[in-house]
């Protein structure tokens, strides 16, 4: 901050205040950027909600499945999703840090075009049967594998560093806000006629292509020396690794996460506890979301500066308590709400953990951590679904659930003792020296 001199005879003049940054928004890169995160995040989204729904559908009807033995087919649907992102992350990463980034996320989402283009011509032909539903699930995980690291990538590209934190906050809401639209929209479409919510997300997919194909070139960073492949795969992992406080920040994710988790069982709890149709499914996804939704304007209009750590560990404390109620809750219209308090708790940590990982991350490895990070979110979110409905499927889904937040809480307070740097941590400031390659 610069102080004004003062004039002959005038008094000192306070220093001059530090000019408020811009909106990111008032990047054109930028405006396409976030019209193409949200445009395919509410088509992969609905396509998420609906394949649950059709897997549970179809388990129960076509193969007589129990409720039991339908929930650990939900789980095995989180599991199919997860090996190709833990087998391809290292290869996602590298891309991203080797290969035009725009380039990268235009290839991903027109490979969930074909997904959605091709489950949406089996449900017409009502065609659809487990092995498909599980193979075209696994086919979108190496998408979204790819999309991932690629998408976050460019981000620090297109603004300066000092609108980072508010360009995250609203890609954050970019995301958030697809989520509450695209489950809700894609639960009511598919109950009204349920081919058209795959022809809803090949169209959304189509256009999420196009805008970002109009964000200027992010060439890969320029590298002094360019190692084997595998090699500059492992850099990432060995960063990561030997940053603690970078560790217990993208470790706490994955693990309270991986207990907390219950999407998964959404649609065993519209259906047989609830007593409802898919659209409620949509509407609990689009709760969580909503919750996101509001806490992601707010940090956008006012990010948080001060003791930014322990704010993330209540955070996911939070997370955990909302999953305990949600689990016990008969009450649909209680569980949404419970939901919407989930989602910003989410929000809150996310937007902390997301700041800090690209602040701290030299560019020419973004990609790699990037897709670290985006490997331990996925781990969490297919492996908690995992979880979710083998623990369903063993001693019910209530139990599965109520047991989840309670190990979430658990997980908390045992990282704050065991990463003591993550309540240390006050502003968003680098906890750590950015090492060399």
Not at 47 to 61: E, F, K, N, P, S
Not at 148 to 173: D, E, F, Q
Not at 316 to 337: E, H, R, Y
């Amino acid at each position: 901050m610069a102080t004004i001199p003062p004039a002959d005879g005038d008094e000192p003049v306070m220093p001059a205040a530090t000019p408020k940054a811009p909106s990111p928004l008032s990047y054109p890169d930028f405006r396409y950027f976030w019209l193409a995160r949200f445009t395919a995040v509410m088509a992969t989204i609905a396509m998420v909600v609906v394949i649950g729904v059709q897997l549970y559908d179809t388990a129960r009807t076509d193969y007589g499945m129990s409720v039991h033995e339908a929930s650990f087919q939900l789980g095995l649907l989180g599991l199919f999703q997860f090996v190709p992102l833990a087998v391809l992350t290292p290869v996602a990463g590298w891309a991203a840090d080797r290969f035009e980034r725009r380039s990268v996320a235009i290839f991903s989402n027109l490979v969930d075009l074909g997904i959605a283009a091709t489950l949406g011509w089996f449900t017409w032909t009502d065609g659809l049967t487990l092995p498909l539903l599980f193979g075209l699930a696994a086919l979108h995980g190496v998408a979204r594998v790819f999309s991932g690291p690629a998408m976050s990538a460019i981000a620090p590209n297109i603004v300066p560093p000092a609108v980072l934190p508010r360009a995250i906050a609203m890609s954050s809401i970019a995301w958030q806000s697809a989520s509450v639209i695209g489950p809700a929209a894609g639960g009511l479409i598919f109950a009204a006629h349920p081919a058209s919510v795959y022809v809803f997300a090949v169209l959304l997919l189509a256009i999420s292509a196009f805008t970002i194909s109009r964000v200027r070139p992010v060439l890969p960073p320029p590298a002094e020396v360019r190692r084997h492949p595998l090699r500059e795969m492992a850099d990432g992992l060995q960063f990561t690794w030997r940053e603690r406080f970078l560790l217990g920040t993208i470790t706490l994710d994955l693990f309270a996460v991986i207990l907390s988790g219950a999407t998964a069982l959404f649609p065993v709890f519209a259906r047989d506890i609830f007593h409802t149709g898919p659209d409620a499914v949509g509407f609990m996804r689009a709760a969580v979301a909503l919750g996101s939704v509001a806490v992601g304007v707010g940090l956008a209009i006012r990010p948080i500066e001060r003791n930014v750590g322990v704010k993330m560990l209540w955070a996911v404390a939070a997370f955990g308590a909302g999953t305990v109620a949600f689990g016990l809750s008969t009450n649909l219209l209680l569980s949404l709400a419970l939901l919407v308090v989930m989602g910003a708790a989410d929000m809150f940590s996310v937007f902390v953990r997301g700041t800090l990982i690209q602040l701290n991350t030299p560019d020419h490895m973004r990609g790699r951590v990037s897709a670290v990070s985006g490997l331990a979110i996925s781990a969490s979110n297919e492996l908690g679904e995992m979880r979710a409905g083998s623990m369903a499927a063993a001693f019910g889904p209530v139990f599965a659930v109520v047991f989840g937040g309670a190990a979430a809480i658990g997980v908390t307070a045992l990282w704050a003792w065991i990463f003591p740097e993550l309540r240390r941590a006050r502003t968003f400031e680098p906890q750590f020296k950015q090492g060399s390659d």
